[in-house]
């Protein structure tokens, strides 16, 4: 029923892995997709040494999909800083290299980097003319990982007009804390509740620029729809031509509430079947080519 986008995985072959990390092994979230209505998903590389105590290679997410055909999709993934950390690096060769191996994306990029940084500015004009869509993790200056921007999220908003053909997915709490107009530089980063307010730079995105997408994962998407239900659905309505599915799931034990959102929704009138249709697989069908 469900089309995941967003999925973390690891090998435990080694002992040594498994003493630093709790993630989910391939076989955890096949078991995982049984309970919660899942037919296949996206597995997203961890290339970033600002997110955690490992890396994860490109090598190993296609490693783990060509053991389970049809049930994961591998994206790439690239740190702006590789290859002499400049901003003239060629990342095309790599791009075409991965994208012929299964590849259909790029991401989760988490590189703690301003979203101008011209390092960063070079590996999205690449992943655009690779026609590659790119899914992005939102972070603060400090003490997070992630793209980096103010709130009211003004540079990823320049981007999205300087990369009119790179179809970005957005994820996390900075991005999802701006569907609400009331958002402030204290609770842009965490977890707002109450009800939504109008004005919200979120929409107003989604709204002007169609190379906008929302990656619904984690407490982050969950919480954003949920904390307003009215709002929630009626957003889901109206954007449920660029809304993703996606758990974020990382340990094979962690919560996930989007599926049942999305079936109360539809079972309760609140969510059109074509809207459910669209966001609980055909977008992510469509954007990816599979």
Not at 166 to 195: C, K, N, R
Not at 257 to 275: C, M
Request: with cysteine; net charge negative; aromatic share 12%.
């Amino acid at each position: 029923m469900f089309f995941d986008v967003h999925l973390h995985a690891v090998h435990f072959s080694d002992p040594r892995q498994a003493a630093i990390t709790n993630f989910a092994t391939a076989e955890d979230l096949l078991g995982r997709f049984g309970e919660l209505g899942i037919d296949r998903g996206v597995l997203l590389p961890i290339v970033h040494h600002e997110c955690l105590s490992f890396i994860q290679t490109n090598e190993g997410v296609l490693d783990i999909a060509n053991r389970f055909p049809g049930r994961f999709v591998p994206f790439c993934n690239f740190d702006p800083r590789m290859h002499g950390n400049r901003s003239t690096t060629d990342f095309t060769p790599l791009l075409d290299h991965y994208r012929g191996l299964g590849c259909r994306g790029v991401g989760e990029l988490c590189c703690a980097l301003w979203w101008d940084d011209p390092r960063v500015l070079n590996l999205l004009s690449h992943v655009e003319k690779a026609g590659l869509p790119l899914l992005f993790h939102l972070g603060l200056e400090q003490g997070t990982y992630g793209l980096i921007d103010d709130p009211g999220l003004p540079r990823l908003e320049a981007n999205l007009a300087r990369f009119p053909r790179l179809q970005f997915i957005g994820h996390s709490m900075a991005f999802w804390s701006a569907i609400s107009g009331d958002v402030t530089p204290e609770t842009w980063m965490g977890y707002p509740s109450g009800p939504v307010a109008a004005g919200g730079r979120l929409p107003a995105m989604l709204r002007q620029y169609a190379n906008l997408w929302c990656d619904i994962s984690a407490g982050s998407g969950y919480n954003a729809l949920a904390r307003d239900p009215d709002f929630g659905y009626a957003f889901l309505e109206e954007f449920h031509g660029r809304v993703l599915y996606g758990t974020d799931i990382c340990s094979a034990a962690q919560e996930v509430k989007q599926s049942q959102f999305l079936l109360d929704g539809l079972h309760g009138g609140r969510l059109s079947q074509g809207a459910f249709d669209r966001i609980a697989r055909l977008n992510a069908e469509e954007l990816l080519g599979v």
